[in-house]
């Protein structure tokens, strides 16, 4: 069991940053791959970006560029730079943890909201 433990959300204007921060404890050594989801109000979720244990990226075309995920295996903590955020990233962003790349992630945090204000 991996748990999933989300900080760094909050209100932000157009154009501003927010730096997402996950932090897993319990059956840490399986993990391979750290992601974050979103998911806005009436829409699925989404994946952000991932980042394998040996540093490949994933990233949505629609944050790619500003956006950068990071991720320090020894802590097992994984992050989300957000730069120049937009109204439509407003959304709970959820951290994930998987054991592989080409499978769904297998455990998920409880959410943290990011407000992007226009």
């Known amino acids: 069991q991996v748990h999933l433990v989300e900080s760094g959300g909050g209100l932000v204007q157009a154009g501003g940053s927010l730096r997402l921060s996950c932090a897993a404890s319990?059956?840490?050594?399986?993990?391979?791959?750290m992601g974050w989801y979103r998911q806005a109000p009436g829409k699925q979720r989404e994946l952000v970006a991932r980042i394998t244990r040996d540093g490949i990226t994933q990233y949505a075309y629609s944050v790619k560029g500003r956006f950068i995920i990071s991720r320090d295996n020894a802590q097992n903590t994984v992050f989300l730079q957000m730069n120049a955020l937009k109204p439509e990233d407003t959304a709970v962003y959820y951290c994930s943890a998987g054991d592989s790349y080409s499978t769904s992630p297998t455990s998920w945090g409880q959410g943290t909201q990011v407000t992007v204000s226009s």
């Open positions: 319990g059956s840490t050594r399986s993990i391979y791959t």
